[in-house]
């Protein structure tokens, strides 16, 4: 090896170094999947702690119901409500990250 092929390796561990590796678009895709798995399963667990506060929900208005507190009631429905809503665009988000997921894998058959 010549003396400045040796020297334009060091020159690029150098900038390397400084500047970070540069990834090939196969990394970089499979980072960019590595991150929709870890965000699909966050959507999961905060669709799973909806659904478990609903459970709750619905079972308190059943006892204030039954309890005549009427009121109470009126105010833990419409709650139960917006939670609903609020799970309902969970789900629009993951599968909009599903959509994403499957574009980047068809873009990744091109390469």
Known sequence: MSRRQEN????????????????TPEEMAKKWKKDLRHEKRLLDRNIRSILR??????????KHVKD?????????ARELVY????????????????????????????I
């Not at 506060?53 to 059943?62: A, F, L, Y």
């Not at 809503?85 to 058959?109: C, D, F, P």
Request: aromatic share 4%.
């Open 83 to 110: 939670s609903r809503a609020a799970r309902e665009r969970l789900y629009l988000s993951k599968a909009h990250l599903n959509s994403v997921m499957i574009t980047l894998q068809q873009n990744m058959g091109m």
């Open 8 to 23: 334009k390796g060091f020159v690029q561990g150098v900038k390397d170094a400084v500047f970070g590796k540069r990834a």
């Open 53 to 62: 506060e609903e459970k709750k929900v619905e079972q308190t208005i059943r």
């Open 68 to 76: 005549g507190e009427e009121a109470n009631a009126r105010l833990l």
